[in-house]
Nanobody
Framework: QVQLVESGGGLVQAGGSLRLSCAASGRTFSTSTMGWFRQAPGKEREFVAA????????NYADSVKGRFTISRDNAKNTMYLLMNSLEPEDTAVYSC???????????????????WGQGTQVTVST
């Protein structure tokens, strides 16, 4: 079973930055699409960003485009989300996810992803 572990969450002031990391087990990481999703209290889980197997193709939600940057280091089996210019509306539990099945697809849909981390809390204060 593939395991994903997020880290890097915390409390920051509006306008600040955080970098989230997602450490993955298993040999399928380097061929998997990876994504970040978030869920705020009382809201549905929403897509944040995704990246294909090579890192050459990315997809961002409109709400974070220009502020967040997704990247990956396949040699380290790690994916990152650099979050700049954070806003209170970014407050949520952020989860990383892996899709080892759909080659070439950088999906925005949670059901596309087979494996999920436990999530890390990001809180942006005013």
């Amino acid at each position: 079973q593939v395991q994903l572990v997020e880290s890097g969450g915390g409390l920051v002031q509006a306008g600040g930055s955080l970098r989230l990391s997602c450490a993955a087990s298993g040999r399928t990481f380097s061929t998997s699409t990876m994504g970040w999703f978030r869920q705020a209290p009382g809201k549905e889980r929403e897509f944040v960003a995704a990246i294909n197997w090579s890192g050459r193709s990315t997809n961002y939600a409109d709400s974070v485009k220009g502020r967040f940057t997704i990247s990956r280091d396949n040699a380290k089996n790690t994916m990152y989300l650099l979050m700049n210019s954070l806003e209170p509306e970014d407050t949520a539990v952020y989860s990383c996810a892996a899709d080892p099945r759909h080659f070439g697809v950088v999906s925005t849909t949670p059901r596309t992803y087979d494996y999920w981390g436990q999530g890390t809390q990001v809180t942006v204060s005013t």
